[in-house]
């Protein structure tokens, strides 16, 4: 008898889950995909009750969550404690783990050793890498262990100094091809979708066209399969001047400092805590409680 090697099945999806492959359908049907960035379980949650497909926790929290001025200082093990946070706030959407840099350029060994973490640990349905070319092995390993993997080309800005700097990608003919040839050799690979990242949109309407899975576009134009965008930028959380493809859907920043501003004001003028933010007793406990203290207060000043 012989026995054929098989692929190891993906981790099982929990119940409510939307189903990965519902994506590709999304896409034939021409359904948008939205997708935003969460970094904690309230996050998750939010984005869930909204009505997220996806949820990327994004290695941009390098910059919105720990005040790094790049993505590159994230590491495997902060990486973990937020995916683990937002996929318990998260039901439905489908949780994208972000592979810090440094976790999976060394090899295809170590870049699936670190995609189980995200799964095994912090209970990711899928990672995401940047690049392509050497990385189209690091696809290919990871998706044969089981793990469904997003590619993400254009901007990537764990390289932006290679690219020089964080500025639209694929601008000339050629350099427009080269994304559509790398795009076409991630689906190959096995990815089950792509972020296409600060690429103009003619070229990245010819991209999504010529593939079947979905393409998330951020700063890509409409007729990417699916949009992204970053959970501070889209809050009006983040300090930083916005890119060109941001869009603030709400100043929660505002709404945050002028709360704590009131409860500042409030406590130096004794306004907080009133009179229904405080724990009574009954009557008779407290005159106990005063007449045991005098005593307390008798003996020790007898001891002194
Ligand atoms: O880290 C991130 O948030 C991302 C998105 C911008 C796609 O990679």
């Known amino acids: 008898m012989s026995i054929r090697p098989q692929k190891p099945a993906p981790a099982t999806p929990a119940p409510g889950k939307l189903p990965i492959t519902e994506l590709a359908e999304m896409k034939a049907r021409r359904q948008p995909i939205v997708m935003v960035t969460a970094y904690d379980a309230p996050g998750g949650r939010l984005a869930d009750e909204a009505g997220a497909d996806l949820i990327l926790v994004g290695d941009s929290a390098a910059m919105t969550m720990l005040g790094h001025d790049s993505t590159v200082p994230a590491t495997m093990e902060e990486m973990l404690v937020l995916t683990r ?17 440094g976790s999976f350029q060394v090899s295809d060994e170590e870049a699936v050793r670190n995609a189980i973490r995200f799964v095994k640990e912090a209970g990711a349905d899928a990672v995401k890498l940047e690049g392509a070319g050497a990385m189209l092995t690091r696809v290919r390993a990871i998706g044969d262990a089981g793990i469904p993997v997003q590619g993400h080309i254009g901007l990537t800005p764990q390289s932006a100094t290679m690219l020089g700097g964080f500025k639209a990608q694929g601008r000339s003919a050629e350099k427009a091809l080269a994304l559509y040839d790398d795009a076409r050799a991630l ?46 930028d889209l809050l009006g959380l983040y300090a930083g001047r916005p890119a060109r493809f941001v869009k603030r859907y709400a100043e929660v920043g505002e709404i945050i400092t002028a709360a704590l501003a009131e409860y500042a004001a409030d406590v130096r003028e004794r306004r907080f805590p009133e009179e229904r933010h405080t724990y009574a007793m009954p009557d008779d406990e407290l005159a106990e409680f005063e007449a045991k203290l005098s005593e307390h207060q008798e003996q020790r000043r007898a001891r002194r």
């Open 85 to 101: 946070a937002v996929t318990r706030g998260a039901s439905r959407p489908l949780v994208v783990a972000d592979m810090p840099f």
């Open 187 to 232: 689906e190959a690979a096995g990815c089950f979708s792509l972020v296409l990242e600060a690429v103009p949109a003619p070229v990245a309407r010819r991209i999504s066209e010529a593939l079947t899975i979905p393409t998330i576009g951020i700063g890509a134009g409409l007729d990417c399969d699916g949009q992204v965008l970053v959970w501070h």
